[in-house]
Structures are given as structure tokens and as C-alpha cells.
């Protein structure tokens, strides 16, 4: 594949962006990337990945108090600590667990995102599809409610009691 920019040079730099649900993607060479000034850094470890994440983020003391610092997992004994130096959780849990401290740190992450929206399987019934989109849109209205917001509210109950039938 061909450098998108130059359409000489071979692509090594794949860069995928996913804003309000369109994918778009680029591949460039890294003299082009260079002069975009986009930093070529190949194979990032994941604990310098979570240590740059984790170093603007407020200090334990700020998110939770120093409880929360000194908290371990009831399940697997895990603690922040512990997540800190190694870049990964103990068990499912520790979301829970450490949620003051995480939630920052994932909404980050994923653009202010907390909660898992990615792709269906291409094997998903119709009828699933039907009931995942459903129940979407109710969470929404439930957002909308609580944000006051009636107008987008009476719109989605409208889809809602649309797809119901």
C-alpha cells in the first residue's frame, strides 16, 4: 500500500480515527508522517502508554481520598498501586473496586466514553439487533429526561414505540 500523502513510499504508519461514529483512516510513510509532525514511536508498551494517561490525571488524594490508594481488591487483592506500575487490572472487579480513580482515566481514553459501544457481531439475528438498538435508544431518553431535554426526548419515545411494533 502506498503512502496516501506522497503516493511513493511503501505505508508503515496506519492511523484509524473514529469521531461521532465515522471511521476514517490514513496511511502514510514515515517521512510523511515526520513532516505532519505526527510522532513515530513503533511498539509503545502499554505501562508507558498508562503512565503518560495516568501522569495529567489528578493524584489519588484528589479523585478519592487516600482510601482509596491503600484499598485492595476483595477478589483477587489488587491494588491502585499495583495497576500503576503494571499497566493491568487484576480481575473484572477491580473496575468497581477502583472506579473513582479508573473513570477518569478511561474517559480519557475514549473520548468521554465510560461505557462499551463497539461493533455487533456479523452473526447477530435481526431480532437482536432490533432489541440492542432499543434499548439504546432508551437509554437515551432516559438521558434526555434527566437533562431536561423534551423535545429530543418525545422524538426518541417516538422511535422507540416505532421499533416496537
Known sequence: MLCQICNKNG???HLTEIAEGVRTEMHICEQCAA?????????IPINELLNSLLAVQPTD????GSSEKELACPNCGFTLDQFRKAGVLGCPQDYEVFEKSLRPL???AHNGKTTHCGKLPSKTSTDAKKQIELLNLRRQLDSAVQSEDYELAAELRDKINQGQK
Open 106 to 108: 478511561i474517559e480519557k
Open 35 to 43: 513532516e505532519q509532525g505526527i510522532a513515530v514511536k513503533s511498539h
Open 11 to 13: 505505508a508503515t504508519i
Open 61 to 64: 488524594d484528589e479523585l478519592a
